[in-house]
């Protein structure tokens, strides 16, 4: 694979962003990007199901596997080594990524949250929670954000973002599929921009170049 980026995807559950992110590289609206792995803590999760499906290497590695966390983090880096991954992309990926594998990627891997970060975010926050908060604080509008990766939850560098309004009725569960169908096409936009190369970081701050 000639591709610049070598995305490894991190998934933990049904894969509706990973399976977004793979029909936009299949059908030409990602060009100069391919996923090369898709690991999951979670043997039986959506996203491994595709994997293998579409024939792209699926990976289970999970911290429960490994009696330390340095043999947890050699066994991903070396996965990741193995495929020659040169990006990772989390797509409802539950755990945290350990401090080694962001050392070895820095500023090479992306989120994507169900809200508008800052807001809504951290420990903790994740799935229908997330939405809950929202509603209950009275937000008019919530939304998805892309975002690259540190240390800390829901801190890294806002790439992308896209608003939805929230309506009087709104459920946790009406709202997560409003925000879904938004997380579906700005993921895929984001990995265009850093396929493309239009993505700069600099001392923390994301710039767009056209
Ligand atoms: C998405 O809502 C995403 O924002 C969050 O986890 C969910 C993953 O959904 N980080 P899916 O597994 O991609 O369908």
Redesign the pocket.
């Known amino acids: 694979m000639n591709d610049a980026l070598k995305i490894a995807v991190f ?1 933990s ?6 399976e977004a992110i793979l029909k936009a590289i299949r059908t030409g609206g990602i060009r100069g990007a391919g996923i090369v792995a898709v690991i999951s803590n979670n043997p039986g999760s959506g ?1 491994l199901e595709t994997a293998r499906r579409n024939e792209i290497p699926a990976l289970h590695i999970s911290r429960t596997q490994f009696d330390s966390d340095g043999a947890f983090d050699a066994e991903l880096l070396g996965a990741l080594g193995k495929y020659g991954a040169n990006f990772i992309v989390l ?2 990926y539950m755990k945290k990524v350990s401090p080694a594998v962001i050392a070895k990627f820095r500023n090479r891997i992306i989120n ?3 809200a508008l970060l800052p807001e809504f975010g951290g420990k903790g926050m ?1 799935g229908e929670r997330v939405h809950r908060a929202v509603i209950e604080g009275g937000a008019k509008e919530s939304g ?1 954000t892309v975002h690259m990766v540190d240390e800390v939850y829901d801190h890294g560098a806002v790439i992308l973002q896209r608003k939805v309004p929230v309506s009087p009725d709104d459920t946790p569960e009406t709202l997560a599929a409003k925000i ?1 169908k938004v ?1 579906h096409e700005i993921y895929p936009e984001a990995i265009r921009l850093f396929a493309e190369g239009k993505i700069v970081i600099k001392d923390k701050t994301v710039s767009t170049v056209s």
Do not use: V
């Not at 559950?13 to 990973?18: A, E, I, K, P, T």
């Open positions: 998934a559950g049904r894969g509706s962003n990973f996203a797509a409802g994507i949250h169900p994740y998805a879904l997380e």
